[in-house]
């Protein structure tokens, strides 16, 4: 269930509350902005605010079937290189990608032949055939299931900085 189906239910259980949400796909001042109360994606800079990990999200690679026709399917991360990518630089200023392979962790440094300000705008980019893009399934969860994008290189879990087994020694 997404944020905004909870808000939704929140706002039918209590009429009296109003809501301001911002769905954005970049890191805004907490503080700056007046928000009370925030839901992020991604490792926290230090601050004074206090955050509750609530879940985890899974960032996927995907591209549509017409593009990997014609491209072929990247098999290991390193063939990224080779192809066309779209980043949403909400998610991430790098152009890099991580991986962990087993073991391994990989860095590939990409050159994106386009780059978003939202995670929509690279999802639709890549729906229309252009690209390879690195999304949090939820937010494409429907078009893999309708087929409209395939999720390549699978086996290598995406991650941003530290890598997850960084974080649990």
Known sequence: MCIRDRVHDYLGRFPEVDVNCWFVDR????????????????????????????????????????YLASHGVPQRPEELAQHTTITASGLTSTPEWRFLEGDKALAVRLQPRLMSMTNEAAADCALAGQGITRLPLYQIAKPVQDGALRL?????LLYTSPSPRDRQK
Do not use: F, K, N
């Open 27 to 66: 890191v805004v001042s907490l503080v700056d902005e007046g928000v009370d109360v925030a839901v992020r994606i991604g490792d926290l800079p230090d601050s004074s605010l206090q955050a509750i990990r609530v879940g985890s999200v899974r960032q996927v690679l995907c591209a549509s079937p017409a």
């Open 152 to 156: 390549v290189l699978e086996p290598c």
